[in-house]
């Protein structure tokens, strides 16, 4: 049985210019500045500062694997092809996010779905399809205890959000999981930083909703 | 925003608070409150087991190829186009649709020009054609061997296949030009074919 793996956030960290023989982190947007005098070093840290939280948003979005890559890989070339139209006085990462967020919305106007499920992918044609195209959660550096709470939170939740409309999704993915401030989260979707804020406060009425059973001790 | 609601936190003050966003002056009342109010106790302990499950979520990885696959498809700017204005980048790297875009409407000028001429010179298609073609050729090798001796001659031969494999959309832009050249020659051997000459206009008359 095929299983995905999706590691701890801690467990991979970005890559940064420590691996260029510096001690300080090269800025996004000299990254960029480099990138298109053609340094394609630079397009490649670039890549692999961005591809998990990238591929992460998507493949929670979309909620298949496969589609997920095919996504964020067309995602990057766009981007990286249309860098020139970059403007600095934003964060890179927030435009990045953008074309990425925009190319899964439109993906799921194509293909007419609302939601996603993370027991498989909805076009699955057989049962080793929908096996291949689940979410699953791996916990790591927890103890045998915590693994099991935070599978089964995990799963509850990701089954809750994998609910909620489009818009409402990716604030919390972004919030939640990439943990971006309100401001990029405004930027990247593109609308006002209240209605982010609007986003948030209904998607977590309707997971808290979802996630009634759960209960903490007091 | 008003943390209160009837005697009791309002939704949003237990989300903030449970969220850790709530003011940190408001922050003894509101814990104060919490421990004192079973009501609010049960629905800031909700919203505690969301945001629990919340930090739960992890980050997804792509798998290993991804990285090549990405930057196999990605176009590195060229020593060429860097330091040019922003409109030349442009212009280059849309260069072959450009290209495509003149090259259809010049071939629409040339057919519609062609069609024109022979339904207005009454001349024989066959022997039209048969015309066309022996100058078309003709043209054709003169301009080639003219090209190739000029390029020779003047180094340029050595530096175009560098250039064809580093400027987007020069191949296209070469081919574009020469089909061009090549119809332009077509449309004036059509004109020599048919004599056809534009009516005189007399402006006294």
């Given at each position: 049985?095929k299983r995905?793996?999706?590691?701890?956030?801690?467990?991979?960290?970005?890559?940064?210019?420590?691996q260029r023989?510096?001690a300080?982190?090269?800025?996004?947007?000299e990254l960029?500045?480099?990138?298109?005098?053609?340094?394609?070093?630079?397009?490649?840290e670039?890549?692999?500062?961005f591809?998990r939280?990238?591929f992460?948003?998507?493949?929670?979005?979309?909620?298949?694997r496969e589609?997920?890559?095919?996504?964020?890989?067309?995602?990057?070339?766009?981007?990286?092809n249309n860098?020139?139209?970059?403007?600095?006085?934003?964060r890179?990462?927030?435009?990045?996010?953008?074309?990425?967020?925009n190319?899964?919305?439109d993906?799921?106007?194509r293909?007419?779905?609302?939601?996603?499920?993370?027991?498989?992918?909805?076009?699955?044609a057989?049962?080793?399809?929908?096996e291949?195209?689940?979410?699953?959660?791996e916990a790591?550096?927890e103890?045998?205890e915590q693994?099991?709470?935070a599978l089964e939170?995990?799963?509850?939740?990701?089954q809750?959000?994998?609910?909620?409309?489009?818009?409402?999704?990716?604030?919390?993915?972004?919030?939640?999981?990439?943990?971006?401030p309100?401001?990029?989260?405004?930027e990247?979707m593109?609308v006002?930083?209240?209605t982010?804020?609007?986003?948030?406060h209904?998607?977590?009425?309707e997971?808290?909703?979802?996630?009634?059973?759960?209960?903490?001790?007091? | 925003m008003?943390?209160?609601t009837?005697?009791?936190?309002?939704?949003?003050?237990?989300?903030?608070?449970?969220?850790?966003e709530?003011?940190?002056?408001d922050?003894?009342?509101?814990?104060?409150?919490?421990q004192a109010?079973p009501d609010?106790?049960?629905k800031?302990?909700?919203w505690?087991?969301?945001?629990?499950?919340?930090a739960?979520?992890?980050?997804?990885?792509?798998s290993?190829?991804?990285h090549?696959?990405?930057?196999k498809?990605v176009?590195?700017?060229?020593?060429?186009?860097?330091?040019?204005?922003?409109w030349?980048?442009?212009?280059?790297?849309?260069?072959?649709?450009?290209?495509a875009?003149?090259l259809?409407?010049?071939t629409?000028g040339?057919?519609?020009?062609?069609?024109?001429?022979?339904k207005?010179?009454?001349v024989?298609?066959?022997?039209?054609?048969?015309?066309?073609?022996n100058?078309?050729?003709?043209?054709?090798?003169?301009?080639?061997?003219k090209?190739g001796?000029?390029?020779?001659l003047?180094?340029?031969l050595?530096?175009?296949?560098?250039a064809f494999?580093?400027v987007?959309?020069?191949?296209?832009?070469?081919?574009?030009?020469l089909?061009?050249?090549l119809s332009?020659?077509?449309?004036?051997?059509?004109?020599?074919v048919?004599?056809?000459?534009p009516?005189?206009?007399?402006?006294?008359?």
């Open positions: 049985m995905e793996r999706v590691p701890s956030r801690k467990a991979k960290p970005v890559a940064n210019s420590s023989g510096q300080d982190p090269i800025d996004d947007k960029v500045a480099q990138a298109l005098k053609g340094d394609e070093s630079a397009f490649g670039l890549l692999e500062r591809r939280p990238v992460s948003l998507i493949y929670r979005m979309i909620g298949d589609q997920a890559e095919d996504l964020a890989q067309e995602s990057f070339v766009k981007a990286f860098l020139d139209s970059y403007n600095p006085s934003y890179f990462s927030s435009w990045l996010f953008k074309i990425a967020n190319h899964a919305i993906h799921l106007r293909a007419r779905l609302s939601t996603v499920s993370i027991h498989g992918s909805p076009h699955a057989t049962a080793e399809r929908e291949e195209t689940r979410i699953v959660l790591q550096d103890s045998p693994e099991m709470l939170l995990g799963g509850e939740i990701e809750a959000i994998s609910q909620l409309r489009p818009d409402y999704r990716t604030a919390v993915i972004l919030r939640h999981v990439e943990n971006r309100y401001e990029e989260i405004a990247i593109d006002p930083i209240g982010v804020k609007t986003f948030l209904r998607a977590r009425a997971l808290r909703q979802a996630l009634g059973h759960l209960r903490e001790e007091p | 008003t943390n209160w009837n005697g009791h936190l309002s939704e949003l003050a237990l989300e903030s608070w449970a969220a850790g709530a003011e940190a002056h922050l003894p009342e509101l814990e104060n409150h919490v109010c609010c106790r049960v800031a302990t909700e505690r087991g969301l945001f629990l499950a919340l739960s979520l992890r980050g997804a990885e792509p290993e190829s991804f090549d696959r990405v930057m498809e176009r590195i700017p060229t020593e060429q186009v860097v330091g040019a204005p922003a030349v980048v442009k212009v280059a790297r849309r260069a072959p649709r450009i290209a875009g003149v259809g409407l010049w629409l040339i057919v519609g020009a062609a069609a024109w001429l022979q207005t010179m009454d024989p298609l066959p022997m039209l054609l048969a015309r066309l073609l100058d078309a050729e003709d043209a054709l090798w003169a301009g080639a061997i090209l001796a000029i390029l020779q003047s180094g340029l050595d530096g175009w296949p560098e494999a580093n987007p959309g020069l191949g296209v832009a070469g081919v574009a030009t089909v061009s050249t332009g020659l077509a449309i004036w051997t059509l004109y020599r048919t004599k056809y000459e009516p005189r206009i007399d402006a006294h008359a």
